[in-house]
């Protein structure tokens, strides 16, 4: 299971786009889950070593939601 860190007030806003449904940041970074017009799932990890999108299904996007940000599951 990832670690779970409190974001700073500059972090929630960062990467706040349209398409984002929520961002957790974690000890290995920061994760940004969103959700595209055509209903594909994206996963943005953010770390030192610099940035990777990957398109997840609903049952893994729902999986995160669960595991890093539980208050954010009607969102999903």
Do not use: Y
């Not at 920061?30 to 990890?45: E, N, Y």
């Not at 940035?51 to 595991?67: M, V």
């Amino acid at each position: 299971m990832t670690k779970r860190v409190k974001l700073s007030k500059w972090d929630e806003t960062a990467f706040q786009n349209d398409w984002e449904l929520w961002c957790a940041r974690t000890n290995e970074g920061m994760v940004v889950l969103g959700k595209l017009s055509d209903g594909t799932f994206t996963l943005h990890r953010f770390n030192d070593e610099g940035r990777r999108l990957t398109h997840i299904s609903q049952d893994e996007a729902l999986w995160l939601t669960l595991d890093l940000t539980p208050e954010k599951l009607g969102c999903i």
